[in-house]
Each structure stands twice: as structure tokens, then as C-alpha cells.
């Protein structure tokens, strides 16, 4: 029985298992992408619903003629979502105009908040 090494043809285990290290760290650097891209989607939807809020609120707020200097606080549902804003209404050193800092988010106690606006409207 003539055995000759040398010529057979394939992988050693070594090839094989070197092989499968580097398909799997590639392949869990495609799931990490893919989890990071759809964290990075909901984060965006969630930011883009809350300045649509902030938009609508504040258009709100410009049309109410009985707006008082102060607080003022609501919910608002958007696309399936409860958003939560406040806004707050201050003079400014110009006594014909006041200022509007609204926040949105959609925690009720706005400890982060997902959209900023600031609108100026004239004193009442």
C-alpha cells in the first residue's frame, strides 16, 4: 500500500478552521450593523414625530388669542405615539413681543427631551 501524502488535494483542518473564524467574525459584524441600523431608524422616527409635534404645537400656540405668560402643558398622539410637550411663554426686554420655548418627548416628565423649538409672538 503506497500512501503519497503530497499528492492528495484538499484543506487541512487547520485552512478549514481558520476559515470558519473569519466567516463568523464577519458575520457578526453584519448583525451588529444591522441592529445598530435599526436602533439608529427608531431613534430617527421617534426625533421626526416629536419635531412634527413641536411644529403643530407651536402653530397651536400662535393662533390662541387668550395665551398667558407661563406654563402651558399638553399630550399630543402622533403616529401611534403619545408625545408630551410644554411650553413656556416669557416677555422679553421688547414689551410687543413674547417668547415660546416649547420641548416634545415622549417621557411625561420630559427628563429628555426629543425636540426643541423657540417662536417669538406678540404680546397680548
Do not use: C, P
Not at 427608531?42 to 407651536?58: C, F, I, N, P
Not at 387668550?66 to 405615539?81: I, N, P, R, T, W
Not at 416677555?91 to 417621557?107: A, F, K, S, Y
Amino acid at each position: 500500500m503506497n500512501l503519497n501524502l503530497k499528492s492528495k488535494k484538499g484543506f487541512t483542518l487547520l485552512e478549514v478552521m481558520l476559515a470558519m473564524v473569519i466567516v463568523s467574525v464577519g458575520l457578526v459584524a453584519l448583525v451588529q450593523s444591522a441592529q445598530t441600523g435599526g436602533l439608529t431608524t427608531t431613534a430617527l422616527r421617534e426625533k421626526t414625530g416629536a419635531y412634527h409635534v413641536a411644529d403643530q404645537v407651536m402653530l397651536l400656540l400662535y393662533q390662541k388669542s387668550d395665551l398667558k405668560v407661563g406654563s402651558h402643558q399638553g399630550q399630543e398622539l402622533f403616529a401611534g405615539q403619545d408625545y408630551y410637550w410644554q411650553a413656556e411663554l416669557k416677555t422679553t426686554d421688547n414689551i410687543h413681543i413674547n417668547r415660546i420655548d416649547l420641548i416634545v418627548g415622549l417621557d411625561r416628565r420630559l427628563d429628555y427631551s426629543d425636540a426643541r423649538l423657540t417662536g417669538f409672538t406678540k404680546s397680548r
